[in-house]
């Protein structure tokens, strides 16, 4: 299969908040990636990693800007391996973006997989007292939004190669406990060489199947928000990203988002228009004030579905009943992440990603030599019980503990930010962390 050449304009570019993905490579051809979403920044000279001791440090180009402060490309030339590295700051202004950031750095230390993008370094703090953050992360090329506006041929293998990847570290997440709660195709970083890459984790959660909790609904970008949600439905599931994926896929296959919606409201009469309206029994947990809306609202729908709406997805009769097990009303009958990679459909994409992409198979001498669990589940998931934790810690806590877990975090550059953070700053433009809140 060919590697990605790009061509022609970009449109409609995703926030770069926390994506990390680089502008040059294959990906050249299309021109520069805008990641310019306020005024031009300053014009700065740059100090050399050089005079700051990391002579195999070469700092590449500034890939991303906003309130928060600057993302750049750096290269370690040890390795030639590229990085990406942002500046979290302002992490502990409120309670809610303290917590936020705390699960995020949780999350993204704990994570060591293929198809999520995880902690490569942090720069330790050395002091108790300190008020951010210097996150590194692998580049990317690009992200999966660019891919789909852009004039570039995907065929199916293409597809089902990025929908395989997503499941596989979907699955993963999941079994760590962890729902993305923002799946979304500027989430999915990819490379020319078809690797996929889910990042951005600022609205996940850890989830406890045991015991249910009410969860903010203020969560997933409106196009991939599922029904319950728009519903009202508080005590959603995992399942909320598979939803995701439905979307994703059918966003894949058509070139454009499947549900267009605007609004909440606006968003719901999408999918009722192309699924039709809920049954009773799908709508477990919904709000009662939504409950009281629906006769007014959809009192004309029947509960019939057009088989010929789904004749618009190029799939064969068994794959289609995949995309449709994902855009269920029901969040309970919903294929799993673990069941879908089971389907006929991964069969191919599975046999080139452990091929051609994967680090988990040997491909160095001899007859490749083939990993034991093509898509494997977390070995160590977070406890549940890190979610009731981060609740019940004040501001002064999470600053002591985010501390000690970021000094304990291995890493290849060992750079106390007490004798760096001016170096850093300069680079990375001082600002406010995009991380939000929880």
């Known amino acids: ?143 999966l939004h660019k891919v789909i506006v852009s004039d570039q041929v995907l065929d199916q293998i293409h597809i089902k190669l990025f929908v395989y990847q997503l499941l596989r570290g979907l699955k993963y997440l999941h079994s760590a406990n962890i729902i993305h709660r923002d799946l979304k195709p500027s989430n999915l970083l990819v490379n020319s060489n078809c690797l996929l890459k889910i990042c951005d984790f600022g609205l996940s959660r850890i989830w406890n199947e045991t015991v249910q909790e009410p969860m903010s609904i203020e969560v997933i ?18 399942s909320v ?70 004749s618009i997805f190029p799939l064969h009769p068994a794959d289609l ?15 799993s992440a673990d069941q879908a990679l089971k389907q006929p459909y991964m069969t191919e994409a599975r046999g080139f990603f452990h091929g051609e992409i994967c680090s988990c198979c040997r491909h160095d001498q001899g007859p490749m030599m083939t990993c034991d669990d093509p898509e494997p589940r977390h070995p160590a998931p977070i406890h549940p019980s890190f979610e009731i934790d981060l609740r019940q810690q004040t501001i002064w806590e999470l600053q002591t503990n985010l501390h000690q877990m970021l000094v304990k975090h291995p890493g290849f550059m060992n750079m106390p930010i007490n004798d760096n953070e001016q170096f850093l700053q300069e680079i990375l433009w001082n600002g406010h962390s995009n991380l939000g809140h929880s």
């Open 1 to 143: 299969m060919p590697a990605f050449d790009l061509q022609g304009p970009i449109s409609q570019p995703p926030s770069v908040g926390s994506t990390y993905s680089n502008d040059s490579g294959p990906f050249s051809t299309c021109g520069d990636m805008n990641f310019n979403y306020s005024t031009e920044p300053p014009a700065m000279a740059y100090p050399t990693m050089q005079s700051h001791g990391y002579p195999y440090i070469q700092m590449d180009k500034m890939i991303g800007y906003g309130a928060f402060g600057r993302v750049h490309s750096w290269t370690d030339n040890r390795s030639g391996r590229r990085v990406a590295v942002k500046m979290i700051s302002n992490i502990f202004m409120t309670s809610s973006s303290a917590k936020r950031v705390f699960r995020e750095l949780k999350i993204l230390g704990s994570v060591r997989h293929d198809n999520v993008l995880g902690l490569f370094d942090v720069a330790r703090p050395t002091r108790t007292d300190f008020q951010q953050v210097f996150v590194f992360t692998d580049l990317m090329e690009t992200d």
């Open 221 to 238: 970008t409106m196009y991939y928000r599922p029904p319950e949600l728009l519903m009202e439905n508080c005590y959603y599931t995992r």
């Open 241 to 310: 990203d598979i939803w995701s994926v439905g979307c994703i896929w059918a966003e894949l296959l058509l070139r454009r988002p499947l549900f267009q919606g605007t609004t909440e409201v606006e968003q719901l009469d999408k999918i009722i228009e192309f699924l039709g309206p809920p049954m009773p029994a799908e709508m477990i947990g919904v709000s009662p004030n939504f409950l009281h809306s629906i006769p007014a609202n959809y009192k004309n729908h029947q509960r019939r579905q057009d088989e010929r709406k789904w």
């Open 321 to 335: 009943m995949l995309l449709k097990s994902f855009l269920n009303y029901d969040h309970r009958k919903r294929c």
